[in-house]
């Protein structure tokens, strides 16, 4: 356990190192190999964001199929906030509801109220045990399953898969 | 190659006219929580736009732009949960278009659980 | 005709950054302030790449995410200062 999220925090120091540097020289990958081996073992010795990460081939095909339904979510969102900002009478319908998730592992808690976040119209405000508070720009019911469904479900269908 | 470009370019444009409208929805919405929608959202849509047009006709930087694209997709979402929260506990008011607060709901119950306890 | 375009998108983010700093001064409470300040910084990390290019640059572009960083940074503490104090 303890290895598993040190090796992933050190492929990942590594990965931005080299789109930082942009090269493959050995001084400056020695460099960046020491730097990243050093910060994971001060800070992810034993950190437990990588809990209940699953590493299979269906879940890294479930990651691909996760950035291309977010882009969607996000271009068309934006789109429908575009609109409401450039009629004139500002048409929007404000409020802050309560849904709920079933994600347990804190790193998948974190994807989903990252994407909810950046999706215009849903801004999470707190998170309280399994209890999501968000603002809405747009309330269409107040009902805590309905708003579940209409918010939630649409990612947390495939995160479900990435993350246990 | 010459294509290529100017499909980025117009990308680019895209991109800056989101940001442009992003600022719109700054100035034109009620209060801060439908500010922080409106403003934020848009331009991080708007600043990936013009990252991967400007990926698109210098394709030879490629990383430093792919780089802060990640590093935009990241941190814009946290820097405006946070401030939403942040303004919520410092009792700013929500517009009066609001249909629906269950999170001051929500703290009120609690707070009223606490004082119970106590006494 | 490509330079063109991006001509006409520096002044898009230029009028934007403009109506930001109407919000900044105005903005009523501190919070708005913050917001206006938060889409100052992304509206300049794309000017930033856009001159970048314009002047043929790439350490121009280390500016920009540290700038992004620094500006993250800010906004956070702020954030929490506002919230329970420092």
Same mark, same amino acid.
Not at chain 1, 103 to 125: E, Q
């Given at each position: 356990?303890?290895?598993?999220?040190?090796?992933?925090?050190?492929?990942?120091?590594?990965?931005?190192?080299?789109?930082?540097?942009?090269?493959?020289?050995?001084?400056?990958?020695?460099?960046?190999?020491?730097?990243?081996?050093?910060?994971?073992?001060?800070?992810?010795?034993?950190?437990?964001?990588?809990?209940?990460?699953?590493?299979?081939?269906?879940?890294?095909?479930?990651?691909?199929?996760?950035?291309?339904?977010?882009?969607?979510?996000?271009?068309?969102?934006?789109?429908?906030?575009?609109?409401?900002?450039?009629?004139?009478?500002?048409?929007?319908?404000?409020?802050?509801?309560?849904?709920?998730?079933?994600?347990?592992?804190?790193?998948?808690?974190?994807?989903?109220?990252?994407?909810?976040?950046?999706?215009?119209?849903?801004?999470?405000?707190?998170?309280?045990?399994?209890?999501?508070?968000?603002?809405?720009?747009?309330?269409?019911?107040?009902?805590?399953?309905?708003?579940?469904?209409?918010?939630?479900?649409?990612?947390?269908?495939?995160?479900?898969?990435?993350?246990? | 190659?010459?294509?290529?470009?100017?499909?980025?370019?117009?990308?680019? %444009?895209?991109?800056?006219?989101?940001?442009?409208?992003?600022?719109?929805?700054?100035?034109?919405?009620?209060?801060?929580?439908?500010?922080?929608?409106?403003?934020?959202?848009?331009?991080?849509?708007?600043?990936?736009?013009?990252?991967?047009?400007?990926?698109?006709?210098?394709?030879?930087?490629?990383?430093?732009?792919?780089?802060?694209?990640?590093?935009?997709?990241?941190?814009?979402?946290?820097?405006?949960?946070?401030?939403?929260?942040?303004?919520?506990?410092?009792?700013?008011?929500?517009?009066?278009?609001?249909?629906?607060?269950?999170?001051?709901? &929500?703290?009120?119950?609690?707070?009223?659980?606490?004082?119970?306890?106590?006494? | 005709?490509?330079?063109?375009? %991006?001509?006409?998108?520096?002044?898009?983010?230029?009028?934007?950054?403009?109506?930001?700093?109407?919000?900044?001064?105005?903005?009523?409470?501190?919070?708005?302030?913050?917001?206006?300040?938060?889409?100052?910084?992304?509206?300049?990390?794309? %000017?930033?790449?856009?001159?970048?290019?314009?002047?043929?640059?790439?350490?121009?572009?280390?500016?920009?995410?540290? &700038?992004?960083?620094?500006?993250?940074?800010?906004?956070?503490?702020?954030?929490?200062?506002?919230?329970?104090?420092?």
């Amino acid at each position: 356990m303890k290895l598993k999220a040190f090796l992933l925090s050190f492929i990942i120091l590594m990965l931005i190192w080299l789109l930082l540097t942009g090269t493959f020289d050995l001084p400056m990958l020695l460099t960046g190999a020491i730097s990243a081996a050093i910060i994971s073992l001060i800070l992810c010795s034993r950190c437990t964001i990588f809990k209940g990460l699953k590493l299979t081939p269906a879940a890294f095909f479930y990651t691909i199929v996760y950035l291309f339904v977010f882009l969607y979510e996000l271009i068309r969102s934006n789109l429908d906030v575009a609109r409401r900002v450039l009629s004139p009478s500002l048409p929007i319908n404000p409020g802050i509801v309560d849904v709920k998730t079933r994600l347990k592992s804190p790193m998948a808690r974190m994807i989903l109220t990252n994407s909810i976040t950046l999706t215009p119209g849903t801004l999470t405000v707190d998170i309280e045990d399994d209890t999501l508070f968000i603002h809405w720009i747009d309330v269409s019911s107040e009902d805590r399953e309905e708003a579940t469904k209409k918010i939630v479900n649409r990612f947390e269908n495939i995160i479900s898969k990435i993350y246990d | 190659m010459e294509t290529l470009q100017t499909i980025g370019a117009f990308v680019v %444009l895209a991109g800056s006219i989101f940001i442009f409208l992003g600022a719109l929805g700054l100035v034109r919405m009620p209060d801060v929580y439908n500010r922080i929608q409106a403003g934020t959202k848009a331009s991080t849509l708007g600043t990936l736009l013009t990252l991967v047009g400007l990926i698109m006709i210098m394709p030879a930087w490629w990383n430093k732009f792919l780089l802060l694209a990640i590093f935009v997709i990241i941190t814009n979402p946290v820097s405006s949960h946070v401030l939403a929260r942040a303004s919520h506990a410092a009792k700013i008011r929500l517009s009066k278009k609001t249909v629906t607060d269950h999170y001051e709901t &929500y703290k009120k119950e609690k707070e009223e659980k606490a004082h119970g306890v106590k006494s | 005709m490509i330079d063109t375009i %991006l001509m006409i998108s520096l002044g898009f983010i230029g009028l934007a950054m403009l109506l930001t700093l109407f919000r900044f001064i105005k903005g009523p409470s501190v919070s708005d302030r913050v917001v206006s300040f938060d889409i100052l910084t992304i509206s300049s990390l794309a %000017l930033i790449s856009i001159l970048a290019l314009n002047f043929g640059r790439v350490i121009y572009m280390d500016v920009a995410l540290v &700038y992004g960083l620094l500006s993250f940074l800010g906004v956070i503490i702020v954030a929490r200062y506002l919230e329970k104090g420092i």
